[in-house]
């Protein structure tokens, strides 16, 4: 099992043996970032829908797949690297506080955001004066938490 760190350090590795640290800024890996992620939507771009398993690709469409998902991530754990954030953390993190904000016994199901539910269980609407932050059962607990 490949683990964040080791991708980590290989990344690291990797930049210092072509003397490629003096590049990697944090802004210049989020645009490097940004263009893979583009490279990854050209994938998909007019097949409308795919299924789960991508049944009906060729093995070459899918190592593609592979090779462009694999830049994404590659750069992501490279960029956090510089910024200083375990991104294994922040990701773990970031899942507690999805949780508070889609509790199950609100959000089963349903693909409403967080500011169109309430605590009664009732779906809302942008315009009908309910407020996030003020929502004990959400955002209140995020801020509590603090940021990434």
Not at 82 to 91: E, N, P, R, T
Not at 100 to 126: A, E, F, Q, R, W
Request: net charge negative.
């Amino acid at each position: 099992m490949v683990t964040l760190d080791e991708l980590k350090n290989r990344m690291a590795e990797f930049a210092k043996e072509r003397d490629w640290d003096q590049f990697h800024s944090p802004r210049n890996l989020l645009l490097a970032l940004v263009g893979e992620v583009g490279e990854l939507s050209e994938i998909f771009q007019w097949k409308g829908e795919v299924p789960k398993g991508l049944p009906g690709w060729k093995d070459e469409e899918k190592q593609h797949l592979g090779e462009e998902l694999s830049d994404v991530l590659l750069y992501l754990v490279r960029l956090s690297d510089i910024c200083g954030v375990d991104l294994g953390k922040a990701a773990l993190r970031k899942l507690e506080l999805n949780a508070i904000k889609y509790p199950v016994i609100l959000c089963k199901g349903s693909s409403n955001k967080y500011t169109n539910i309430n605590n009664n269980g009732n779906n809302m609407s942008d315009n009908d004066g309910y407020d996030a932050k003020t929502d004990e059962g959400t955002a209140g607990k995020e801020d509590e938490l603090g940021s990434i």
